[in-house]
């Protein structure tokens, strides 16, 4: 079982930059795949990137590459969003999973086990 908690959230204008965080609990953490996803009002959730159980292949989303940064840190239980040079339509509930490597990363059925979602609120 693995408990994700997210955070680093909040209200932002356009251009800036937010550091989502999400700490894992349970023994087994550096064995899943994690990911990021999102969710805005009256749309489905959203793939936005993932990276692998070492942490040496990350995948992005084609809206936020070169925007986002992936990162784990295994002593940590941790992993997090790097989100620079933000746009209004990255506003949404932002998500951290961890799902099991070889399924279908940008799918959320794949992932086994999410967060409590953290709000990103970009203004223009």
């Known amino acids: 079982q693995v408990e994700l908690v997210e955070s680093g959230g909040g209200l932002v204008k356009a251009g800036g930059s937010l550091r989502l965080s999400c700490t894992a609990s349970?023994?087994?953490?550096?064995?899943?795949?994690m990911g990021w996803f999102r969710q805005a009002p009256g749309t489905e959730r959203e793939f936005v990137a993932a990276?692998?159980?070492?942490?040496?292949?990350?995948y992005y989303a084609d809206s936020v590459k070169g925007r986002f940064t992936i990162s784990r840190d295994i002593a940590r239980n941790s992993v997090y969003l790097q989100m620079n040079s933000l746009k209004p339509e990255d506003t949404a509930v932002y998500y951290c999973a961890a799902g099991d490597s070889g399924r279908d990363l940008y799918t959320p059925k794949s992932y086994v086990f999410w967060g409590q979602g953290t709000q990103v609120t970009v203004s223009s």
């Open positions: 990276i692998s159980s070492s942490g040496f292949t990350r």
């Open positions: 349970g023994r087994t953490f550096s064995t899943y795949r």
